[in-house]
């Protein structure tokens, strides 16, 4: 009995790939080796197209973080050694960041600020420790006086960025009511 091995294929894109076995459903696979992430082995379809291995290396961040760093350390580095799906190291947290990040939540969710009385809320705010002598104290009425903070800091650095422009600016201003009675008015640049 003779055995007959294919060709590899010299696609361009075998280059970003390792291939292994996936040992549950016994079949190859190809593991990017950005991020490690599985995708089907072209020997599992009719036309053994490496379409899905071009398409992930031209979408894989991971991939292309790599590349571009070989130019600037070699491959032997200690950090080739350690899992590419590690996590970040986490930021040590403060008072000021919690409230900022508390205001960002309530802002970009368009959350009610009274949620922040919520006392499942109030129970998540006191499981967060900072190197501060107190925990971060969190209610509507910080989280609507950190918001008034923060628009007039913004107020100031909009006035200040618009005072260096040397061209002309275009204003477009809208002005609406709600129907709560409260007037709003709409800028853009």
Avoid: Y
């Amino acid at each position: 009995m003779t055995w007959q091995f294919e060709k590899p294929n010299k696609s361009q894109w075998w280059s970003n790939f390792d291939e292994a076995v996936n040992t549950t459903l016994r079949i190859p696979v190809c593991l990017c080796k950005g991020c490690r992430q599985s995708i089907g082995h072209p020997s599992r379809n009719d036309h053994k197209s490496t379409t899905n291995l071009k398409r992930h290396s031209l979408n894989c961040m991971k991939l292309k973080e790599k590349q571009i760093g070989k130019g600037a350390r070699s491959n032997s580095t200690l950090t080739n050694f350690f899992p590419s799906g590690a996590t970040p190291l986490r930021h040590r947290a403060n008072n000021q960041l919690v409230n900022d990040e508390v205001l960002k939540f309530f802002v970009s969710g368009n959350i009610p600020f009274n949620q922040a009385d919520n006392p499942h809320f109030k129970q998540l705010m006191e499981w967060i420790t900072t190197p501060d002598t107190s925990p971060p104290s969190i209610s509507r009425k910080t989280v609507r006086k950190h918001l008034s903070t923060k628009a007039k800091v913004a107020v100031i650095d909009l006035k200040a960025t618009l005072a260096d422009v040397d061209s002309k600016i275009s204003l477009a201003l809208d002005c609406w009511t709600s129907r709560n009675g409260f007037a709003f008015l709409g800028i853009s640049l």
